[in-house]
């Protein structure tokens, strides 16, 4: 088993930053993909990010541009910088881990966008 605890999540106004950090514990060896998904109010869950093992990085195209996603793996962590937030960017962000063909998911935290 492997539990996902992310942070970082807050109330900020359009053109902010926030930086999100997701927590890998348990079951880590052999962890590969990890990524960030978020779930906006009425809409169903969409990519953010993700990122493999050995660095390579895919972005939503809503998000392209303005967050980068990374990780260290001496700390079993990943994050999500965000930059130039706007105000659908409003959603409970998850994060998720990849491991020996099976997906999982922390609880999420939620980001707000408003002015």
């Known amino acids: 088993q492997v539990q996902l605890v992310e942070s970082g999540g807050g109330l900020v106004q359009p053109g902010e930053s926030l930086r999100l950090s997701c927590a890998a514990s348990?079951?880590?060896?052999?962890?590969?993909?990890m990524g960030w998904y978020r779930q906006g109010p009425g809409k169903q869950r969409e990519l953010v990010a993700t990122i493999t093992s050995n660095g390579s990085t895919n972005y939503g195209d809503s998000v392209k541009g303005r967050f980068t996603i990374s990780r260290d793996n001496a700390k079993n962590t990943v994050y999500l910088q965000m930059n130039s937030l706007k105000l659908e960017d409003t959603a409970v962000y998850y994060c998720?881990?990849?491991?020996?063909?099976?997906?999982?998911w922390g609880r999420g935290t939620q980001v707000t966008v408003s002015s």
């Open positions: 348990g079951s880590i060896f052999s962890i590969g993909a």
């Open positions: 998720n881990a990849n491991r020996q063909r099976l997906v999982y």
